[in-house]
């Protein structure tokens, strides 16, 4: 869509880098690192991201369902801060989250998903979302069901857009 722009994609899985490298094949402006988001200055240090993103001007950084794979313990809000503080002025984070369905239904998804798979599952409240936007402005309609997040008009008229049970999405801007 703009083909001016600058993107790095970062993935821990090396099948997905792969997968994202081939893809991006003769497109110079792209890149996918592997890189973990539990290290987020390994990110912002990696060489091919300093040679495709300039820090001192706005950039968008997208998390989308990424951050319920964190775990409490692993500080996720400390992690998205470490990204925040590099990025510059009039920068955009863009973040979609697994959230509570409803009371009963958050921990029990969590314990069958953290059961079957290796890895972790954190389905969070909008509450406890919300400070991942420490430092950034959010931009309306806020931090909302994905589907209420700037709607299809056209689905607006069908009556479609409707709310989106376990899925919160928001976008911030740092002033």
């Given at each position: 869509a703009g083909p001016d722009a600058h993107v790095v994609y970062?993935?821990?899985?090396?099948v997905a880098v792969a997968?994202?490298?081939?893809?991006?094949a003769g497109h110079p402006n792209t890149a996918a690192i592997e890189a973990d988001l539990r290290d987020p200055a390994a990110i912002l240090g990696d060489a091919t991201t300093r040679r495709l993103i300039d820090f001192?001007?706005?950039?968008?950084?997208?998390?989308v369902s990424v951050l319920p794979f964190l775990g409490d313990a692993e500080e996720p809000a400390q992690l998205v801060a470490t990204l925040r503080d590099a990025l510059a002025p009039g920068s955009y984070l863009v973040l979609c989250h697994a959230?509570?369905?409803?009371?009963?239904?958050?921990?029990?998804?969590?314990?069958?998903?953290?059961?079957?798979?290796?890895?972790?599952?954190?389905?969070r409240s909008g509450s406890e979302i919300l400070p991942f936007f420490e430092g950034f402005e959010l931009?309306?309609?806020?931090?909302?069901?994905?589907?209420q997040w700037r709607p299809d008009p056209a689905a607006v008229a069908r009556g479609e857009?409707?709310?989106m049970w376990g899925l919160l999405?928001?976008?911030?801007r740092k002033p």
């Open positions: 970062a993935d821990i899985d090396p997968h994202s490298r081939a893809i991006l001192r001007q706005p950039v968008g950084l997208l998390l959230a509570e369905a409803g009371p009963i239904m958050a921990q029990p998804l969590e314990k069958v998903y953290n059961q079957s798979v290796s890895g972790s599952l954190r389905i931009v309306d309609p806020g931090l909302v069901s994905g589907p857009a409707g709310h999405a928001g976008v911030g």
